[in-house]
């Protein structure tokens, strides 16, 4: 002790140092000195002294035989060594090597367990490291023995705020000792708490996504009720567009709740936790420091519970925006080219599934197999998970740290190839293949398609023609799809036949004329002015003309259609030729050009 109080006694003298402050200095220059706004333009502030804390373990005798036997002789080898001649009764006594045992809540460098985190530790001020010698109670303690090898962790702690952002941070760093290698992580957490304006914000954008939401749940409701023209198959994918919308609409009311609940409360539970953390009277001499760091944990602890609780919300909000997405893109399936995403997983789907248990299978036996052959001195294959992260940064790009040197290098080079070979080459391009096999049927479905244009134009088709429905009356799409399917086997549809299923005579040649505008009615040549597919019709009537696209160039066998404000001709492909006109002159048309 004495010579360590000489070997410091340097480091306690008084410091050197300006006689005066900066602002008595300035002062006695004549200058002003005032603090204001602009002095305190830290992003971060910190709201409490930073705390270092531990968890310990007993020292005790090491239970293995083997380890006993060779401790034993080596204690016998030291003692014959040092204490010949001598007593050395307390290095008789005790063990020359501890294993380490179940928690220790001794007493210990003058500080008592204390609770935090459901664990229990022992807390002190992290500015002990800043001097090598720390006098508590009448007690001189080196600042180097607060962590020895009973510790099995170390921690950080740091509370700090943002007064610009509105939010509270909680920073740890965590040493792990009880591994062969010291594992260190740095956590940071924040707590977010809004204003007025914020909140109000906030509060704004997430009522108008729930309403658009609700909107396509009643959209679908009406569209099911007024779906008597679509078979079984399309009526079941309406009831599951329904159900679907309808627990996305209640789940997201129930969300919202909560969020909105948590955010209108974020500013006075901040209040709270700010004030409890600077009303530690950390510099009070008449509390003792355990009573102190009682008093910061309980309010960390509730910072830390309020981080969870964000933290859940969102996880659930994040769970929610992802079956929004697997909605919008179920959603583009209504159009040819916007559906290829789905179109081709669902074509794949089967071959998917059978890939991914292969896949599976193999990435865990091989993961398996490093586990066992190099977990024993590795310690990124110590266990299934680790070799499990491992590969998988294998197949990423990052090989093991030193995987070709050592004494088994050729057993991990052999691995790291087979994996490459196996799970890289092999499967990845199966994976490939199966996508592009489903993509390129999907691609010659569109191709095929006659009615298939680009996006943008079938949107402003689809507007025009509900605007020209709703202007000259026309009925209800439901209705004309009945009409068109029962005159599927009549070659002809004309304003005559529309009129004997109900439909007003002006109002029938009005739809005829206007589906007749349409690109993709239009005949090829002169001689060539008339044919067409049913489904293609009922498709663009089904759309209320937003029926779409033109014949592709070199389509020689496309459909196409005539031109005549009475005459509607409807034509399987395959019998177009019988139904042709003859000499350019048909025996439907009543005025001159065909449709």
């Given at each position: 002790l004495q010579n360590d109080y000489y070997k410091n006694m340097p480091k306690m003298q008084k410091l050197s140092g300006p006689a005066m402050s900066e602002v008595e200095w300035k002062a006695n220059q004549g200058e002003e000195a005032s603090i204001g706004e602009s002095s305190y333009d830290e992003k971060l502030i910190m709201?409490?002294?930073?705390?270092?804390?531990?968890?310990?373990?007993?020292?005790?005798?090491?239970?293995?035989?083997?380890?006993?036997?060779?401790?034993?002789?080596?204690?016998?080898?030291?003692?014959?060594?040092?204490?010949?001649?001598?007593?050395?009764?307390?290095?008789?006594?005790?063990?020359?090597?501890?294993?380490?045992?179940?928690p220790d809540l001794n007493e210990f460098y003058d500080l008592n367990a204390t609770s935090f985190d459901g664990k229990q530790v022992f807390a002190d001020f992290l500015y002990i490291v800043d001097n090598e010698i720390i006098v508590r109670a009448g007690k001189t303690l080196l600042s180097r023995d607060f962590i020895d090898g009973s510790t099995t962790s170390s921690s950080v702690l740091a509370v700090l705020q943002s007064p610009e952002t509105g939010q509270i941070h909680v920073?740890?760093?965590?040493?792990?000792?009880?591994d062969v290698e010291i594992q260190t992580e740095v956590f940071l957490q924040h707590y977010h708490y809004l204003d007025s304006d914020q909140r109000r914000e906030a509060v704004f954008h997430f009522s108008v996504l729930t309403f658009c939401?609700?909107?396509?749940?009643?959209?679908?409701?009406?569209?099911?009720?007024?779906?008597?023209?679509?078979?079984?198959?399309?009526?079941?994918?309406?009831?599951?567009?329904?159900?679907?919308?309808?627990?996305?609409?209640?789940?997201?009311?129930?969300?919202?709740?909560?969020?909105?609940?948590?955010?209108?409360n974020s500013e006075s539970t901040a209040e709270s936790i700010v004030r409890g953390v600077v009303s530690v009277q950390f510099a009070s001499s008449e509390l003792d420091l355990q009573q102190k760091m009682l008093s910061f944990f309980q309010n960390v602890e509730k910072?830390?519970?309020?981080?969870?609780?964000?933290?859940?919300?969102?996880?659930?909000?994040?769970?929610?925006?992802?079956?929004?997405?697997?909605?919008?893109?179920?959603?583009?399936?209504?159009?040819?080219?916007?559906?290829l995403l789905t179109g081709t997983f669902l074509y794949a789907l089967d071959d998917l599934w059978h890939f991914s248990l292969l896949f599976i299978f193999v990435f865990y036996m091989f993961a398996m197999a490093a586990s066992w052959s190099f977990g024993s001195f590795r310690n990124d294959f110590k266990d299934l998970s680790s070799a499990m992260a491992t590969q998988l940064n294998i197949l990423l790009g990052t090989m093991p740290?030193?995987?070709?040197?050592?004494?088994?290098?050729?057993?991990?080079?052999?691995?790291?190839?087979?994996?490459?070979?196996?799970?890289?080459?092999?499967?990845?391009?199966?994976?490939?293949?199966?996508?592009?096999?489903?993509?390129?049927?999907v691609r010659k479905e569109v191709m095929d398609n006659e009615v298939e244009r680009e996006i943008l134009q079938d949107?402003?088709?689809?507007?025009?023609?509900?605007?020209?429905?709703?202007?000259?009356?026309?009925?209800?799409?439901?209705?004309?799809?009945?009409?068109?399917?029962?005159?599927?086997?009549?070659?002809?549809?004309?304003?005559?036949?529309?009129?004997?299923?109900?439909?007003?005579?002006?109002?029938?040649?009005?739809?005829?004329?206007?589906?007749?505008?349409?690109?993709?009615?239009?005949?090829?040549?002169?001689?060539?002015?008339?044919?067409?597919?049913?489904?293609?019709?009922?498709?663009?009537?089904?759309?209320?003309?937003?029926?779409?696209?033109?014949?592709?160039?070199?389509?020689?066998?496309?459909?196409t259609y005539g031109q005549s404000s009475q005459d509607l001709r409807i034509s399987s492909a395959p019998q177009a030729a019988q139904y042709a006109p003859q000499n350019g002159?048909?025996?439907h048309a009543t005025n001159g050009s065909k449709l």
């Open positions: 709201i409490a002294p930073p705390i270092l804390l531990q968890t310990r373990v007993s020292q005790e005798t090491c239970s293995s035989t083997t380890s006993v036997v060779s401790l034993e002789l080596q204690k016998s080898l030291l003692l014959s060594s040092l204490c010949e001649g001598l007593d050395c009764g307390d290095l008789r006594a005790n063990e020359v090597y501890y294993c380490r045992g179940k920073l740890e760093v965590r040493s792990d000792f009880s939401i609700f909107l396509v749940f009643v959209f679908n409701v009406v569209l099911f009720f007024d779906s008597s023209h679509q078979d079984e198959e399309a009526r079941k994918h309406t009831v599951f567009e329904i159900v679907y919308d309808l627990l996305q609409v209640v789940t997201l009311g129930v969300y919202g709740i909560v969020w909105i609940a948590h955010v209108l910072l830390k519970s309020e981080l969870t609780n964000e933290d859940e919300l969102s996880v659930v909000g994040f769970a929610l925006f992802v079956t929004m997405l697997l909605r919008m893109l179920y959603s583009t399936g209504v159009h040819p080219r916007m559906g740290k030193n995987y070709d040197t050592g004494t088994q290098k050729n057993e991990m080079i052999v691995y790291v190839t087979l994996t490459l070979i196996v799970i890289y080459f092999l499967m990845f391009n199966f994976l490939l293949a199966i996508v592009v096999e489903g993509y390129m049927k949107f402003f088709l689809t507007l025009k023609h509900k605007f020209l429905a709703r202007l000259r009356g026309w009925p209800r799409t439901s209705d004309l799809l009945l009409v068109l399917k029962s005159k599927l086997a009549t070659k002809n549809v004309t304003a005559q036949h529309l009129r004997v299923h109900g439909i007003d005579f002006q109002k029938a040649k009005s739809i005829i004329e206007g589906y007749s505008k349409m690109p993709e009615l239009q005949p090829k040549s002169e001689s060539n002015d008339f044919y067409g597919t049913a489904m293609d019709v009922m498709r663009m009537v089904k759309q209320n003309g937003a029926a779409s696209p033109g014949p592709r160039q070199g389509r020689a066998s496309s459909p002159n048909s025996s």
